[in-house]
């Protein structure tokens, strides 16, 4: 019996011990710096950028610059998984954190200079993910008007469906929702802050670490902090000033262009683009070059561009077709492709609206061929196929089923399951549709939102 008592003492004592020794280590100075760097090691590698129906895009897939080589377009990344890039943002500063921990671990004394050279390098990295890359914003803007026309599929599938009745993600984080077109529309420079994530609690985290691990008055640690913080915007300015300069030259054009003086409108707006080749692929750009060749009366894909999306915003969906369906192929600008998919969705969601369900599953799928990297368009063909015709449930799980990674509102992939559990249980496979239920259930995991009526359809499977 003492023999058993000693033993249970002795590890009451080693377990004391150890947990003595990790409690005061993780406590002590050291240990919370490293802490902290991991919390800026999980900003530097979570979400930096959230969008409306497509995944988040992270530190590890966002460029520091959008050249050619980097193809950072919306056709090219905004399907999902997508590949870490050596070039992306988050590289430098895992490094910047990697030499702060060997720091911390050799040199304490330092460790203040290392958090320093974080806050320096996170600055323009934020700075470069808002305004380098003005594409990925427009995607953005087109995937909320996207998820409205996903509404309406879905209603007509079961008004209990949750996508009907919840708001988009980007709700949560101040994001638009809603009839956005009769909102004053906010300038481009200041678009993006509907959709940043991580990127300024890294700031914050850095600017913490600077404060706390600098052995000084307060006065001394604010003017450090300023120091590295106004480096880091000299730099974020360097690193963003095609974008400055292009806009600039954008705004030179606006002018011209209500003083009636078109050719010097159209040199400004073509000295923009050279500045920032990447707006020549947006939608403002065309728009922008449509209208001033259309006030000069030139006919060009530019000004059939712009009737065309005047015609869409008129909703006069079959004019702007026919004005913009001459200039669509294969091979045209991923701006005019993206605008012909929304002219069609648009028709197609008035085609679910209107019960015709067979005309809405072709215009679903053109728009899908059109403008591939959308999922907003082959979410709504497939839930228009398998309301349609129920046994075609197999042709579209096969088809779809493995994309649905691209989908990163949950709302939405839930209800796509739920749509073909739905069409199983209709053909009798009952065990195909436990499989989708339980899927959907799986992958609708928030408890901020409860639909009651949808998950007790689910929980009956």
């Known amino acids: 019996m003492r023999l058993i008592l000693r033993f249970a003492a ?35 590698t979570g979400p930096w950028l959230r969008s409306s129906v497509s995944r988040d895009f992270r530190g590890v897939h966002i460029p520091w610059n959008n050249l050619a080589s980097s193809r950072f377009l919306p056709e090219y990344v905004a399907e999902a998984p997508r590949d870490w890039r050596w070039d992306s943002i988050a590289v430098p500063l895992m490094a910047i954190t990697a030499i702060g921990v060997l720091v911390a671990l050799v040199r304490p004394k330092w460790t203040t200079y290392a958090f320093g050279v974080l806050l320096m390098a996170s600055i323009p990295a934020l700075a470069v993910t808002l ?9 953005f803007e087109s995937e909320i008007r996207g998820r409205g ?29 809603g009839k956005i077109d009769l909102l004053e529309p906010a300038h481009p420079l200041m678009v993006p802050f509907n959709y940043w994530m991580y990127g300024p609690w890294l700031i914050a985290a850095a600017a913490i670490g600077v404060v706390s691990t600098k052995r000084a008055s307060w006065w001394t640690r604010s ?7 106004t480096a880091g915007i000299v730099l974020a300015v360097a690193a963003t000033w095609p974008r400055w300069a292009a806009e600039y030259h954008w705004a030179q054009a606006d002018a011209f262009e209500e003083r009636n003086q078109f050719d010097d409108a159209a040199a400004a707006l073509e000295r923009a683009r050279e500045t920032m080749p990447h707006l020549g692929y947006m939608r403002r750009y ?22 065309a999306l005047q015609y869409l915003e008129g909703g006069d969906v079959e004019r702007a077709r026919d004005e913009l369906e001459p200039y669509v192929y294969a091979e045209s600008e991923s701006a005019l492709r993206d605008l ?9 969601a008035g085609y679910s609206a209107q019960g015709e369900r067979e005309a809405a599953e072709l215009a679903w799928r053109e728009a899908a061929s059109i403008a591939p990297w959308k999922p907003v ?12 015709s129920p046994s075609r449930a197999r042709e579209i799980e096969d088809r779809y089923l493995a994309e649905l990674c691209e989908v990163g509102d949950c709302f939405v992939g839930s209800d796509f399951a739920s749509a073909l559990g739905d069409a199983y249980f209709e053909n009798g496979e009952f065990e195909d549709a436990r499989r989708m239920y339980a899927m959907a259930m799986d992958i609708f995991h928030l408890p901020k939102y409860v639909n ?6 689910r929980l009956g499977m």
């Not at 209603?155 to 929702?177: I, N």
């Not at 012909?340 to 197609?348: C, L, N």
């Not at 368009?377 to 349609?388: D, E, L, N």
């Open 10 to 44: 002795a590890c009451w004592d080693l377990y004391a011990r150890a947990f003595s020794f990790v409690a005061s280590s993780a406590l002590s100075n050291r240990g919370i710096v490293l802490t902290l760097f991991a919390v800026c090691v999980l900003f530097i």
């Open 131 to 139: 305004w380098n890359h003005p594409g990925l914003y427009e995607f």
């Open 149 to 177: 026309m996903l509404r309406t599929v879905y209603r007509m599938e079961h008004d209990d469906l949750m996508t009907v009745r919840a708001p988009d993600r980007m709700q949560a984080f101040g994001g638009q929702t």
């Open 223 to 229: 003017f450090f902090v300023g120091s590295w913080a």
């Open 286 to 307: 065309w728009q922008e070059r449509g209208k001033i060749d259309f006030r000069r009366h030139y006919n060009s894909e530019y000004c059939a561009f712009f009737v």
């Open 340 to 348: 012909m998919a929304e002219i069609i969705g648009h028709a197609a």
């Open 377 to 388: 368009y082959w979410v709504a063909h497939a839930v228009t196929v398998v309301g349609t």
């Open 452 to 457: 009651l009526h949808a998950q007790e359809g």
